[in-house]
């Protein structure tokens, strides 16, 4: 996912996240646009209709979203009086944030040194330090996060974070990576090794193993009565 973020508010932040997770940014940023003119604040999302909320959505796929969105907002209403909780774990007991978006929002929002990992994260630490493990791998999420949080900048986590989803989104990028422009060539494992005629660096993070299909097998029936009627 794309880190580009629309508005210093967390609210703002937080829809932002939450319609980046499955939509091209050029696509969201109209649709937040005009979502935060239809609800401006967590409480007037709360309160809405959700066939409203869900027309404000229409064209962005997957509503689930949408739903979870009104959710959060209803629960942020009740329990944090309607705004956020700068702390990530406060962040993670509303419905519908998880690590990532809790992350994000602490980060960009409120200056907390959340990490945050993405796909684009993974594949940046996974060349960056030659890490063993596909893309989908739980342990190398896992080593990703910790490394996350260790690299992190303390003075300035949301700017980090961004920069850091930003790189991957378009230099590291999966096919083409182009590292004569990138600012960790001199830091990074895999380019060293390649230089040095080992694996392509797009060669990290190595590819999931593609499970075997399915072969399925299906009888059908043509019944007639008497007179030949099916």
């Known amino acids: ?54 027309a404000a959505w229409a064209g962005l796929g997957y509503y689930s979203r949408a739903r979870r969105l009104q959710e959060g907002a209803r629960y942020i209403v009740e329990r944090h009086g309607g705004e956020l909780p700068p702390e990530p774990e406060a ?6 944030i998880g690590p990532y978006t809790a992350g994000a929002v602490a980060s960009i929002a409120f200056g ?3 990490p945050v990992v993405d796909g684009n994260v993974i594949r940046v630490f996974a060349r960056l330090r030659a890490l063993e493990g596909d893309a989908a791998s739980p342990r190398l999420a896992k080593e990703c996060w910790a490394l996350a949080g260790e690299l992190m ?15 991957g989104a378009t230099v590291c990028t999966p096919k083409a990576p182009a590292c004569d422009r990138c600012p960790l060539r001199a830091h990074c494992l895999a380019a060293a090794r390649h230089t040095e005629g080992g694996a392509a660096v797009t060669s990290y993070p190595a590819k999931a193993a593609r499970k ?19």
């Open 112 to 114: 907390q040194p959340a």
């Open 212 to 230: 075997p299909p399915r072969l399925l097998r299906f009888a059908t029936a043509v019944v007639e009565d008497g007179a030949g009627r099916v």
């Open 1 to 54: 996912v794309v880190a580009c973020r629309f508005a210093p508010s967390a609210y703002g932040t937080w829809v932002s996240e939450v319609m980046l997770q499955q939509t091209q940014v050029e696509r969201v940023v109209e649709y937040w646009t005009r979502w935060m003119t239809r609800f401006p604040s967590v409480q007037d999302l709360a309160t809405a209709d959700p066939e409203d909320v869900n």
């Open 153 to 167: 900048d303390p003075s300035a986590p949301g700017a980090f974070n961004q920069a850091l989803m930003e790189l």
């Open 91 to 96: 962040l993670l007991r509303i419905p519908g």
